[in-house]
């Protein structure tokens, strides 16, 4: 018997309603709180790893602008492309470690900040096809890439990313400082006072933890003297998107991993938008859900295609907005179009990117812990779903074992051609390729009746 009390209340305005513009608006600015730290901090973090200094405030600007697109995109439903959901586009975590291991191949040949966003646009741009072409086909994607890989492709992205996190919380890679008791102070302090917050019985408090636990932490460093905006004077005040600003090249080391991860967003997607259809009232079964979610798929590869053009990362549908439908009552897709005009304006301005860059990297990396875990935990909870039998276990045995053993140990392929190093050096790309191959080669059945060990 189910329980009723955890059912979603009624809608008070479904997918196609009009609501009044003051509860647009307040529901608009509800998504943007949920979700604004998470299309900027993939920014943040590759700005700040590869070193591209001058030209984050701007990277943020286009992430903004392009998410605004994208969730437009989404909504309004062009043609064949778009769900015609309120599922709001903005940068991907899942492409953090592969997006890195491009700018360092870059970095590698000596490139400085032209050359790294260069090949990084350019793999991005020429991945995001193979999404496109995958949304046509998703019902016989599933056959091979199923809730197994997907949770061992998301546990490894979540578990290679926590160390990007925790150097931060340290003060940097490299730091002078790294470990002091006053970055260790402010970044727990961050961590602490998002976990508190996350307990909070009023929703909105909750759905905007890491906003407000990133105010906070940003609040405090000032009042320690550990933020300078001396800087922001000398920025341009407003910017437009400039198609491939930084040029387009392209490496097939850098393009695999990015490729790989496409792949799995591709399924990824057709989670979220399913969860979103069930929020909101629509159908999660049927032709209209099909076509729901082909169309989403193929918006979210073109999404990422015009993002690679402006000068940003990949996007994805961000589920975190699932919860604000609930917590609201309000499934209109017309929310979504406040939601890309608010995005829109604030990209067109790139002080508000240089205000966030300022952040102090203790405050950042108390926050991208929380979110780094969480998305570890997300692939736990895929995995949780499954059947653990005898060939399960061995497949992510071998998967996790490869690829955390690559992160623990990135000497183990100096021997290997660079090519080869390149491209099987990321953890993400190892347990990846490892899951795919196992779960399409090994038989349906490992498992012996009464006999749990592996």
């Known amino acids: ?11 008070l305005y479904s997918l196609n309603d009009k609501p009044p513009v003051p509860a647009a608006i307040l529901a608009a600015l509800q998504h943007l709180l949920a979700s604004f730290v998470g299309i900027i901090t993939p920014t943040l973090i590759i700005g700040g790893v590869l070193g591209l200094g001058s030209e984050i405030p701007y990277l943020i600007s286009m992430a903004l602008i392009v998410s605004g697109v994208g969730t437009f995109i989404q909504a309004k439903q062009i043609g064949p492309i778009g769900s ?20 360092f191949i870059a970095k590698g040949k000596g490139g400085g900040p032209d050359e790294i966003l260069s090949l990084i646009f350019g793999v991005c741009f020429l991945g995001a096809f193979i999404e496109i072409f995958l949304s046509q086909f998703l019902h016989k994607l599933k056959t091979f890439i199923n809730p197994l890989v997907t949770g061992i492709v998301i546990t490894a992205i979540g578990l290679s990313l926590i160390k990007v996190g925790i150097t931060d919380l340290g003060g ?15 970044g727990g302090s961050v961590l602490v006072l998002i ?13 905007g933890a890491i906003f407000f636990g990133l105010l906070a932490g940003f609040i ?42 496409y792949l799995i967003t591709a399924i990824e997607s057709s989670g979220d938008l399913t969860a979103t259809s069930m929020v909101s009232k629509e159908p999660i079964t049927g032709d209209v859900y099909r076509n729901r979610i082909k169309a989403g798929v193929f918006a979210d590869g073109i999404n990422s295609m015009i993002a690679a ?21 309000i499934a209109s897709r017309y929310v979504a179009f406040y939601i890309a005009a608010f995005l829109v304006i604030l990209g067109l301005f790139p002080v508000i990117g240089g205000i966030f860059q ?64 390149n491209i099987f050096g990321s953890a993400v790309t190892v347990s990846g390729l490892a899951a795919i191959i196992l779960n399409t080669l ?11 060990d592996i």
């Open 1 to 11: 018997m189910s329980d009723t009390s955890s059912n979603p209340p009624e809608l």
């Open 84 to 103: 015609g959901l309120v599922a709001l586009q903005g940068t991907s975590f899942a492409f953090l470690s592969s997006i890195l291991a491009a700018g």
């Open 172 to 186: 940097g890679f490299k730091a002078p400082d790294f470990g002091s008791l006053q970055n260790l102070a402010l």
């Open 195 to 207: 976990i508190i917050l996350n307990q909070s019985k009023n929703v909105y408090v909750r759905s």
């Open 220 to 261: 405090a460093a000032m009042l320690m003297g550990k933020v300078d905006f001396s800087g922001l004077s000398k920025m341009d005040w407003f910017a437009l998107p400039v198609p491939f600003k930084y040029g387009f090249s392209f490496d097939f080391a850098a393009f695999l991993p990015v490729a790989l991860i």
């Open 309 to 329: 053009t402006f000068n940003t990362f990949p996007n994805t549908t961000f589920s975190q907005n699932n919860g604000v439908i609930q917590l609201t009552g």
């Open 358 to 421: 300022q952040l102090p990297k203790p405050v950042l990396g108390g926050a991208t812990l929380v979110m780094f875990g969480t998305v570890a935990a997300a692939g736990i909870r895929i995995l949780s779903t499954i059947d653990m039998d005898r060939r399960s276990m061995l497949i992510m045995a071998v998967s996790f074992g490869l690829g955390l053993g690559v992160a623990a140990q990135p000497d183990l392929l100096q021997e290997m051609p660079k090519t080869i190093q």
């Open 442 to 452: 090994l038989p349906g059945n490992l498992n012996l009746e009464n006999d749990a």
